[in-house]
């Protein structure tokens, strides 16, 4: 059974802060996504990583996929309210359905 | 906005009983995959429909069953309703391409706030 983790659980920072966010896994996944998950809402589709150690950037976002393709992490620059909500990473392999980690709660305080 | 749909938005249910989700998925796609995501959690896998057929299927009793119609929108039915059933039921639609490996893109609906009591 492929499990992700994610950490922090939870998160609280000032607007104009700097934060990090982690996906970890023992298992090799052919893809990762992130998703950003507001009360009440399905989750968004902020990005897919597919290469091992491919970096991408979507505005103050920075996305890193692990060389091994263990695991990932969401950079956020500069944060805002408009950042909170609830991050998911979700793994794939090879065309096999997404396993979802318990996601990591950000409140970004004005 | 995704284009995927779900209906109702909410709904309460007692114990015992069945209940019938719907979703319409976004023009184009072909799959349907339904999660559902406990309070805190992130959203596990329910199964997956794929131009009618069943796809793929996680570690949910036979109680769970599903639909997908011609015109890809699909059902998700739950019978003999338990409390621990109470969730967020997400659909997600895809657009799967025959000989394509990989993982689909999905886009998520708003979801359906299930409580059982």
């Known amino acids: 059974t492929q499990l992700l983790e994610q950490s922090p659980q939870f998160l609280s920072i000032q607007e104009g802060e700097n934060l990090t966010v982690y996906c970890n896994s023992s298992s090799v996944f052919s893809s990762l996504q992130w998703y950003r998950q507001e009360p009440g809402e399905g989750p968004v589709l902020l990005v897919t990583v597919v290469t091992g150690g491919e970096v991408k950037k979507l505005k103050r976002l920075t996305f890193q996929f692990g060389d091994a393709r263990k695991d990932s992490s969401l950079h956020i620059t500069a944060a805002q309210p408009g950042d909170t909500g609830l991050y998911l990473c979700a793994g794939a392999n090879y065309g096999q359905n997404f396993v979802f980690g318990p996601g990591t709660r950000l409140s970004v305080l004005p | 906005e995704t284009g995927v749909t779900q209906s109702p938005t909410h709904l309460i249910k007692t114990r015992g009983q069945q209940v019938t989700l719907r979703c319409s998925s976004q023009s184009g796609h072909n799959t349907v995959s339904w999660y559902q995501q406990a309070l805190g959690q992130g959203p596990q896998f329910i199964f997956q429909y794929y131009r009618e057929e069943e796809n793929g299927r996680g570690n949910f009793p036979p109680r769970f069953s599903g639909l997908q119609f011609p015109n890809y929108s699909s059902e998700l039915n739950v019978n003999a309703l338990e409390l621990d059933d109470s969730a967020l039921y997400l659909c997600?639609?895809?657009?799967?391409?025959?000989?394509?490996?990989?993982?689909?893109?999905?886009?998520f609906g708003p979801g359906t706030r299930l409580t059982v009591l």
């Open positions: 997600a639609s895809s657009l799967k391409l025959a000989g394509v490996r990989g993982a689909d893109t999905q886009y």
